[in-house]
């Protein structure tokens, strides 16, 4: 039977502030994009500094996907010319390391350790603009570490070398 005082604990907010924040990585970046969700101002967590934006996030789910998946989509206007400049300081040989992204959320009253955290990779075609918004997707696939055939090898592989008459 639920009472009043159940109904009235199961509707009231946690009287903590919650974050949700991203940390967007890559060795040719000259230093991480921090960003921190439903704020106003630049907030701190874990000693790093985040840049307030709008965002929606979708945490990974766990519902027997192969590869679970998150996204966060964010105003164009806000973030997209940050993104856009930090995407052109990768190198052409940069483009063969991911990026990766940590999610994670925090409570105000402790700052320095998240409450959930997953370190993610951003696979090829995971950042997607238009001229409303920006969406990043992230998976727990490496995009680099995926299996390649090997090459043809005429030493090794015999019977199909070229004939040259």
Known sequence: MVTATDRKFWSQKHPQQEWETIKITHPDLASPVRI???AFTEQTFGG???IPCAMTRRDPQQDGDLVPTASVTFPRALIGDALAEAIKQITP???LTPFSATLATW???NRTTPSKSWDL???E???VMNSE????????DNPMVRS????YDTSVFTGLELQTT
């Open 125 to 127: 075609n995971g950042i």
């Open 148 to 151: 390649v055939s090997l090459l």
């Open 36 to 38: 921190v969700g439903a």
């Open 48 to 50: 790093e500094v985040y």
């Open 107 to 109: 409570w105000d009253s």
């Open 93 to 95: 040989s940069g483009w």
């Open 121 to 123: 990779f951003i696979p």
């Open 133 to 140: 918004s920006v969406t990043i997707r992230f998976s727990d």
